[in-house]
């Protein structure tokens, strides 16, 4: 015979004990009764609680008129499923939502794991007035504070075991997608202890769909990654034929460093082969990372610096061979001496392009 496996992705409101529904654990059975006394306003009583058995009645007097409802639950013969054995499911009682004891801080602070990743500086008052919106239950502060250590706690309990992983992540990308690079990088310390670094992905097919069909555009950028791991990523970006965003490879690490972007930039090189290219267009907001590439990258010829990308390139990049795309308020490349003349003599586009095209270079773009 089956029995109903009981199912952790259903609605808070819509769990409720069936006789023979099987839980993984005497955990996960107090969680899912919690639920359906929250939702239904019944003052379930945990009479006992051990690691053979649960039993719960309702309302926690007795006396002659009292609640029938009551559920056993105590593990299946020979097997690791802890099932409800009985269940009396009537109650009598009037519906009260003073739970007491009941909504305890790991009740909540289950309930509060995806809002807590999400909005990391909720305060305390807006948590405690959620709590009174989505489940009608009036928490103290005290109860908000020790849930949201508590669910603190179980998220970067499960995000070191993600990290713990990442070996393991990377063989499969690499088993999985022929070709590709994949890089980790960890610190180790003295007691042997191993420290997240960086994590390098450059994908074959994204690899070859740039050499073969993007126009010569590249655009470094970095984003600092908010939540409880803290970090960066970091993106190198190519323009596809349609002039669309074309990702290259990007990278996860744990401080913004020369290192890390030097690491960064050395593989990219060698992944897109950029040794050997023609002209090149390197976007990026950063002046030193333009020069990294320039020293990398042997053909690049003209690097240029923007502050802000804002994701539109002009119509007239595409397809040209030479290109400079900068042209804002600061230009500190040393082959751009007139154009800091300029630069101190006030802003003028004429005379910019002038400039440029005294020297050459086929298009530019201001942004
Ligand atoms: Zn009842």
Redesign the pocket.
């Known amino acids: 015979m089956t029995y109903r496996v009981h199912d952790p992705d259903i609605h808070w409101k819509q769990m409720k004990p069936v006789v023979g529904e099987c839980d993984e654990s005497p955990c996960q059975l107090r969680f899912a009764l919690t639920n359906y006394a929250v939702a239904n306003g ?3 009583w945990v009479m006992k609680s051990d690691r053979h058995r649960v039993i719960a009645r ?2 926690k007097i007795y006396k002659k008129d009292r ?3 009551r559920v056993y639950v105590a593990w299946k013969y020979n097997e690791r499923t802890f099932q409800i054995k009985s269940i009396c499911n ?4 009037a519906r009260n939502f003073n739970f007491g004891t009941l909504v305890s801080c790991n009740w909540l602070a289950k309930h509060y794991l995806k809002d807590i990743i999400m909005k990391p500086k909720m305060t305390l008052t807006e948590m405690k007035e959620d709590v009174l919106r989505m489940f009608s239950v009036n928490v103290s502060k005290g109860q908000c504070h020790r849930a949201r250590t508590k669910a603190r706690e179980m998220i970067e309990g499960k995000l070191e075991e993600h990290y713990a992983k990442v070996w393991d992540y990377a063989a499969e990308i690499l088993r999985s997608n022929p070709g590709s690079t994949c890089k980790v990088g960890v610190d180790s310390n003295a007691s042997g202890m191993n420290y997240f670094k960086r994590f390098y992905v450059c994908l074959k097919a994204f690899k070859d769909g740039w050499n073969r069909g993007c126009r010569r555009v590249l655009g470094l950028d970095g984003c600092f990654l908010k939540g409880q791991i803290k970090g960066e990523l970091l993106t190198a970006v190519g323009r596809d034929a349609d002039n669309h965003v074309y990702p290259i490879a990007w990278a996860m690490i744990d401080v913004d460093n020369k290192d890390n972007w030097t690491c960064f930039i050395e593989l990219l090189v060698a992944d897109l082969d950029l040794d050997c290219s023609r002209g090149l267009v390197v976007i990026s907001d950063q002046h030193k990372r333009m020069k990294m590439m320039a020293r990398r990258g042997g053909k690049i010829k003209y690097v240029g610096r923007i502050r802000a990308t804002h994701g539109s390139i002009s119509q007239n990049v595409a397809g040209a061979d030479e290109v400079v795309l900068t042209c804002h308020e600061k230009l500190d490349h040393e082959d751009f001496e007139n154009i800091k003349d300029l630069q101190a003599s006030g802003y003028d586009h004429g005379e910019i392009v002038e400039a440029f095209n005294k020297r050459g270079i086929r298009c530019w773009l201001r942004v």
């Open positions: 019944y003052q379930l309702c309302g609640c029938p409802f009537i109650h009598l009682c």
